[in-house]
């Protein structure tokens, strides 16, 4: 089955810094990719996703590329700040419509002011 | 919208206890499923359900059960509740795009 990995685990950044959160899956069929954004003690929410069609992909400060003969997607945050200290999940899921996400274990990210 | 709503919050069960977790949307989404996530992990799903009647088991499904009677009820059964079920578990929706809605999660504890 699917496996995702993601570095790194723990990324501490000064604010207005970039930072940049890096994942691997392991199946080739895998077309969505979204990114989850967990505060702690709260839900994941998704912040944004990909589609295996699509090599980048833009929402403000916040941009995910992808690079499917590689097999890895990266989350890039410019500008952080202070409330983006959470920890971030990516996923990799093969359907569409129906999700049976396979997530990362996770980057505990801190941006310090 | 309430959205996705879970009960209870917290739960402190004792070893060989059972108990249901429940699970409710208000989006009218058809696809719904059952995540835990021990500390310092991922998410991983135990079950999965895509409509009322079709439930079918994720990655972890073992000691879980799982019914889908109605489009918004999604509870998660867990009999003879052991200390490796400790965890927090979330329950998500979603309807035919890809978003993935969770609920504020229940944490368990299995002593």
């Known amino acids: 089955g699917e496996n995702v990995e993601q570095h790194p685990s723990t990324l501490s950044v000064q604010e207005g810094d970039s930072a940049v959160i890096k994942c691997t899956y392991s199946d080739s069929a895998s077309n969505y990719f979204p990114w989850y954004k967990q505060e702690l003690g709260k839900r994941p929410q998704l912040i944004i996703d990909i589609r295996s069609n699509v090599g980048e992909k833009k929402d403000q400060r916040i941009a995910v590329t992808l690079n499917k003969t590689a097999k890895h997607f990266s989350l890039h945050i410019t500008e952080t700040q202070p409330e983006d200290s959470a920890v971030y999940f990516c996923a990799a899921s093969k359907a569409t419509g129906f999700q049976k996400l396979v997530f990362g274990t996770g980057t505990r990210l801190l941006v310090s002011p | 919208n309430a959205g996705v709503t879970q009960t209870p919050k917290f739960r402190i069960l004792k070893i060989g206890q059972s108990m249901t977790l429940q699970c409710t949307q208000d989006m009218n989404h058809n696809y719904m499923y059952w995540y835990r996530q021990d500390p310092g992990m991922g998410l991983k799903l135990i079950y999965y359900s895509v409509g009322a009647g079709i439930t079918d088991k994720g990655e972890v499904p073992n000691g879980y059960n799982v019914s889908r009677s109605t489009t918004e009820d999604f509870p998660l059964r867990l009999e003879l509740a052991a200390p490796s079920q400790t965890s927090v578990y979330f329950c998500?929706?979603?309807?035919?795009?890809?978003?993935?809605?969770f609920g504020p999660g229940t944490r368990l504890t299995v002593l």
């Open positions: 998500a929706s979603s309807s035919g795009g890809d978003t993935q809605y």
